[in-house]
C-alpha cells in the first residue's frame, strides 16, 4: 500500500504557499493479471523476491504468465514431450537443476537459474578430439558421474588436439559467455605438470583470444616458476635421463583447474559476447602439439558454454 503524505509548498520567502496531497493507493487493489504483465518485464530472481509482497503478488508471481516470459521462445522444442511439470515456474527450476540432453544425448541444455539463460555443454562424442578412433591414444568408456553415456580418457597421447563448435544462434542474445572444458584426472595421469596448454575461443573464420593454462589437476593452483625444457618432437630426457629447466613467468590462479560443485574440474577456455546479430558457430579449442612429450591420464566429460555468472557444475 502505498500511504498519503501530505507535501508543504514553500513560496519564496520561505512561508507556506499551500499543500499538495497524495492520496493512498492499494497495489493490491490492481488485477493480478497486471502485476504479473509488470513482473514478466523484471527477472527470476526479482519475481522470487516480490511474490513474500503479499498473497496477491504470491499468486501473480508464481503464475504461467510471468514464468512463460522466463523460459527462452524456443524452449517447447528443447524439452521432450515426456517432460511432466505442473507449471511454467516448475519447469523454469527443473531446467535450471537437471540439464536435458538433446541432439541425440550429444548436448546438454539447462538455464542459468537467476537470468534464465542458456547453458549447452557438449559431450565428448561432439566434440572434434584428434586420435580418438585409436585404441592406444584414446578410450572410449561410460562413468555414472557424467551425464552423458559417452566419455573420452586420455591414454597415451603426443599431440592433444581437441575441437567444439557451436551454433551462436542457440544462444542467448546480448548474452557474455565463457567456455569451459570440463574433465577429472586418473590417478595415473602424468605429462602436464609443467607444459602449458594453448585454449581459444572465437568465431569460425575470424580471429579468436588465445591464452595457456594448465592441466595439472594434482597440484591444482600451485603457482609454477619453472617448466623444463623441451626440443623438437622428443623429450632430452627420454633420452640422456636429464632435464634442464628454464625460469618462466609466474602463473595466475585462473590458469588453473578449479572443482567444480558436481565434482568434475574445469577450466575457462575464453569468453564470448553474444550480441544477438552474428550468424555462425563458435568455436573451442585445447591444444598442445608443440612439446613434444607424451602425457595421459584425463577423461573429458565435454565442453560447457555458460553466462559469465552462472556458477559451475550446476
Given at each position: 500500500m502505498i500511504s498519503s503524505d501530505e507535501v508543504y509548498e514553500s513560496d519564496s520567502e520561505g512561508g507556506a504557499k499551500g499543500v499538495i496531497r497524495c492520496d493512498t493507493f492499494d497495489l493490491n487493489a490492481l488485477p493480478q493479471d497486471c502485476i504479473a504483465a509488470v513482473l514478466s518485464f523484471t527477472s527470476p530472481r526479482a519475481a522470487c523476491r516480490l511474490s513474500v509482497v503479499s498473497t496477491v503478488f504470491k499468486s501473480a508471481a508464481n503464475s504461467d504468465a510471468v514464468w512463460e516470459r522466463f523460459l527462452p521462445s524456443d524452449y517447447q522444442a528443447m524439452i521432450p514431450s515426456s517432460l511432466c511439470f505442473s507449471s511454467k515456474k516448475e519447469l523454469y527450476f527443473r531446467l535450471c537443476d537437471n540439464p536435458i540432453l538433446i541432439d541425440g544425448g550429444r548436448k546438454s541444455f539447462s538455464l542459468e537459474r537467476g537470468s534464465g539463460k542458456k547453458c549447452y555443454m557438449l559431450s565428448a562424442r561432439e566434440l572434434s578430439i584428434v586420435w580418438s578412433d585409436t585404441p592406444t591414444y584414446w578410450r572410449w568408456g561410460s562413468t555414472p558421474e557424467s551425464r552423458f553415456e559417452e566419455v573420452a580418457e586420455l591414454l597415451n597421447v603426443c599431440w592433444l588436439e581437441i575441437h567444439g563448435k557451436i551454433s551462436v544462434?542457440?544462444?542467448?542474445?546480448?548474452?557474455?559467455?565463457?567456455?569451459?572444458?570440463?574433465?577429472?584426472?586418473?590417478?595415473?595421469?602424468?605429462?602436464?605438470?609443467?607444459?602449458?596448454?594453448?585454449?581459444?575461443?572465437?568465431?569460425?573464420?575470424?580471429?579468436?583470444?588465445?591464452?595457456?593454462?594448465?592441466?595439472?589437476?594434482?597440484?591444482?593452483?600451485?603457482?609454477?616458476?619453472?617448466?623444463?625444457?623441451?626440443?623438437?618432437?622428443?623429450?632430452?630426457?627420454?633420452?640422456?635421463?636429464?632435464q634442464t629447466a628454464v625460469r618462466t613467468t609466474q602463473a595466475t590462479d585462473d590458469q588453473y583447474p578449479k572443482v567444480r560443485l558436481d565434482g568434475w574440474l574445469e577450466i575457462e577456455l575464453g569468453e564470448f559476447f553474444n550480441e544477438g546479430c552474428v550468424d555462425g558457430e563458435l568455436e573451442m579449442s585445447v591444444l598442445e602439439v608443440k612439446g613434444g612429450h607424451w602425457k595421459g591420464g584425463i577423461v573429458i566429460q565435454g565442453i560447457e558454454i555458460r553466462p559469465n555468472v552462472c556458477s559451475s557444475g550446476s
Open positions: 544462434s542457440l544462444l542467448s542474445p546480448m548474452t557474455q559467455y565463457k567456455a569451459y572444458i570440463v574433465f577429472k584426472a586418473t590417478t595415473g595421469a602424468y605429462g602436464f605438470e609443467f607444459q602449458a596448454v594453448i585454449v581459444s575461443v572465437g568465431l569460425v573464420g575470424a580471429e579468436g583470444s588465445e591464452r595457456s593454462v594448465y592441466l595439472d589437476a594434482e597440484r591444482g593452483r600451485r603457482q609454477r616458476q619453472f617448466v623444463p625444457r623441451r626440443i623438437g618432437l622428443w623429450n632430452r630426457s627420454r633420452f640422456f635421463g636429464l
